[in-house]
């Protein structure tokens, strides 16, 4: 996959979704040896790497600097203009998992350097952008607070890895999101290609996977993509769900070829569960 680049192959790190990427740069996952569990994520990038060294074509490290903060949730936007019923940003941290808790075999934790599925991911055509990444950089999408975490086992050298992002709008703006998200999934069903620097991955599909009953409408994904040299097929899982003017998305992948078949339903309930217990009353 194309999710993260490297200066050659041999220097090349993997992001817990089996993506290469130079030092530096946002990370779809995370940088392997930084972050809170970086011992087990050398040890998932070197076992993965069998398998997904054909992946990309990137011969130049991204360009691009870490944020400044080593947790960019934890600096407040602002709520100006925030429309009816946007929760803030100190709310929304209050509903989304914290570091370090358990969600069945799983542990939380906040990303170790800037936000995952960033403005460094783009697609062609751009009709498929909210596929590949609903950042605020490269969609006309802008949250008033947003909250990122991941989800994996830290036991597991090889696992799945889920991206929980929580995002708040202005007014209609998470509906725009889940409506462009429709129109993405219609139009970008027969394949389409993510973008990042130099590199490029193919999505061969984009097809409808079984959505949860949760919230005001939701949305799910299966992603077909192969690598450069045409011999695997990668598999990821995306699902959006929104309640009123908040959107909980999950983005599941291994560094694996496995097809995990979805994203682990323990991570989208014990989420959703945390986010209406204690979602503020008349709130979005």
């Given at each position: 996959m194309s999710h993260n680049r490297a200066a050659t192959h041999d220097h090349a790190e993997l992001d817990a979704g089996g993506r290469m990427f130079g030092a530096g740069n946002?990370?779809?996952?995370?940088?392997?040896?930084?972050?809170?569990?970086g011992g087990r994520q050398t040890l998932r990038a070197a076992a993965a790497t069998a398998v997904v060294a054909a992946?990309?074509?990137g011969t130049a490290a991204c360009g691009g600097e870490a944020q400044d903060s080593a947790k960019p949730d934890a600096t407040p936007r602002s709520t100006a203009g925030a429309g009816t019923g946007a929760l803030t940003q100190q709310q929304l941290t209050a509903l989304a998992f914290t570091d370090g808790?358990?969600?069945?075999?799983?542990?939380?934790?906040?990303?170790?350097?800037?936000?995952?599925?960033?403005?460094d991911f783009t697609a062609d055509p751009a009709d498929c952008q909210p596929l590949v990444s609903l950042a605020s950089d490269v969609t006309s999408f802008?949250?008033?607070?947003?909250?990122?975490?991941?989800?994996d086992d830290p036991d597991e050298m090889i696992g799945p890895s889920v991206a929980?992002?929580?995002?708040?709008y202005a007014d209609?703006?998470?509906?725009?999101?889940?409506?462009?998200l429709d129109t993405a999934g219609r139009q970008c069903a027969g394949g389409f290609t993510e973008v990042r620097a130099i590199a490029r991955?193919?999505?061969?599909?984009?097809e409808p996977a079984k959505a949860p009953a949760i919230g005001d409408e939701a949305k799910a994904y299966r992603f077909t993509i192969l690598d450069v040299k045409g011999k695997l097929k990668l598999y990821e899982y995306l699902t959006v769900v929104r309640s009123g003017t908040t959107t909980l998305s999950f983005r599941a992948g291994i560094t694996d070829a496995k097809d995990i078949g979805g994203v682990p339903q323990e991570v989208i309930k014990?989420?959703?569960v945390k986010f209406a217990a204690g979602k503020p009353a008349g709130g979005a």
């Open positions: 946002h990370t779809r996952g995370r940088l392997v040896g930084h972050g809170p569990r992946v990309l074509t808790e358990q969600v069945g075999p799983y542990t939380a934790s906040e990303f170790s350097l800037g936000e995952p599925y960033g403005e802008h949250p008033v607070a947003e909250v990122h975490r991941e989800v929980v992002q929580l995002r708040s209609d703006g998470a509906a725009r999101v889940m409506k462009a991955a193919k999505y061969l599909k984009a014990a989420q959703w």
